[in-house]
């Protein structure tokens, strides 16, 4: 099964307001990430978060985790168009050996209107 | 800085025709290297995974294959493309280390088999 799932699966808002997707995970996890894609384009990494870190930032990013709850949310404040985006949550699962895979998220779509 | 490149951009390909995508990677050594398949308005899924030359790992059983003749080379090959091979394909790189932090995408591949 799918490790990421955010939610929402899509989301529009206007220019200026604040948006926030969801990311829930299943297992154990080393970290957690935070992808960009622009329609038709690669992914872009935004910013990771260590399962010993409840919060960060980056810019006008606003990442937490609750492992507890194993999951993520990502805030974007204060939303341009530019921000019109599909951006996915990815897990490096915690495992004995380590891991060299990331499990990604089928992707949450913002579309952000001018 | 580190670049990665993909091509071709787009391909359109008759079923049963064979397939070569090439990925390389710049500025870097030693990368971990990934293949992705992005079916339309879906998540990522992880084809193939490799830690060095010669060195691959698969990750669901379908035509295709990859190789890594050199480190900073991947390639995506298949003898006989099927309907189901459409999708977007983007290749990755990431540093090493045990748990898997950033991974950096190229501009992906259009593939259509008609």
């Known amino acids: 099964s799918q490790q990421g799932e955010e939610d929402p699966q899509a989301l529009s808002i206007q220019e200026g307001e604040n948006a926030t997707m969801n990311c829930s995970y299943k297992t154990s996890i080393n970290n957690l990430q935070w992808y960009r894609q622009n329609s038709g384009r690669g992914l872009v990494h935004l910013i990771l978060i260590r399962s010993n870190e409840r919060e960060k930032h980056s810019g006008r990013l606003r990442v937490t985790l609750d492992t507890s709850k194993k999951s993520s949310s990502l805030l974007i404040t204060a939303s341009r168009a530019a921000d019109t985006a599909s951006y996915f949550c990815?897990?490096?699962?915690?495992?004995?050996?380590?891991?060299?895979?990331?499990?990604f998220g089928k992707g949450m779509k913002l579309t952000v209107n001018p | 800085s580190q670049t990665i490149h993909q091509w071709p951009a787009t391909l359109v390909q008759p079923v049963g025709s064979p397939l070569s995508l090439e990925c390389t990677v710049e500025g870097t050594s030693n990368p971990n290297l990934y293949w992705y398949r992005q079916a339309a308005g879906r998540g990522l899924q992880l084809l193939f995974y490799?830690?060095?030359?010669?060195?691959i790992s698969s990750e669901v059983p379908q035509n295709l294959s990859a190789s890594r003749p050199q480190d900073r080379q991947f390639i995506l090959s298949s003898k006989k493309l099927l309907l189901s091979d459409s999708g977007f394909y983007l290749c990755a790189w990431s540093g090493r280390a045990r748990f898997l932090y950033e991974q950096y995408f190229g501009p992906g591949t259009r593939l259509t088999v008609t």
């Open positions: 990815a897990t490096a699962p915690l495992t004995q050996g380590g891991s060299e895979k990331l499990v």
């Open positions: 490799s830690v060095g030359i010669g060195q």
